[in-house]
């Protein structure tokens, strides 16, 4: 099996290295929080000390990082992975970041010789832990066969959705309606809970409903513990409600839900749950006083 470099390995690149190692590769990684790379070689992976090492280690590295300033750095910055992977390496991009920055760095790694494929994860971390979710793929269709094992051992669907880019928006437009449905489990467990309802039974029932989601199933059990162990970090979740709030105005998609949504996360930002679950949402509506 080829090495698979992972350059990012916070609760995503952590879970994506869980996976590899699960599935036999050889995995080296890098991260500026030693803790985290130390969590890598206790799975049985590599520790290198920078980006630049990973890319003359591996075949194919997977970049995990949580803003479009550091993958835009990462990949093409001077002691980049475009500048130090040997020619015919992959980078193989999983953050989340804009469709336009996704399809710049398409074009210049290829032109340096390398390979690029657009590959976001929709899945929580815990998700993504467990094998479930899905990877979204954009790219050459050539560079998806070569490397689709490889994806698949991360999790076992990887789905082909077209050029450099796509794959981004679909990722996009899947995490409009994670925040959606996140809001939306909130907001009906906080009035089941005030009319006095047993919130396990509430879960129970509506998971066996009409009204059943994703997130119902994921988040519902946190807001009815009061607990918010972050899956998705709040503060990271709001650059992904912006990059689709820019995504959406770039091709005229109205979003009015989205709006209300991104406003009632921002509120639970301001009173300082950055850190915790995006499901600590809640927090705001409990906040909220109804007229």
Known sequence: MATVGIVGLGLLGGAVASRLRAGGHDVVGYDIAADKVTALVALGGRAAPSAQAV?????????????LTSVEDVVLGPRGLAASGAAGATIIQMSTISPALTERLAREVTAKGLAFLDCPISGTSAMVERGEGIVFVGGDP???GRWRPVLETILPRAVFVGRAGQAMVLKLVANLLVALHSAAAAEALLMARKAGLDLELVLDVLG???????????RGPLVARGEFPPQMKLDLFMKDLHL???AARSVGAPLPLTDVAERLYAAALQAGHGGADLSVVVKALEAMRRS
Request: hydrophobic share 55%; proline share 3%; with cysteine.
């Open 55 to 67: 890319a003359e280690s591996a075949a194919a590295v997977c970049v995990v990082l949580p803003s």
């Open 142 to 144: 050539s560079v998806f």
């Open 208 to 218: 066996r409903s009409a009204a059943s989601s994703r997130m119902l199933e994921v």
């Open 244 to 246: 689709i709030q820019d």
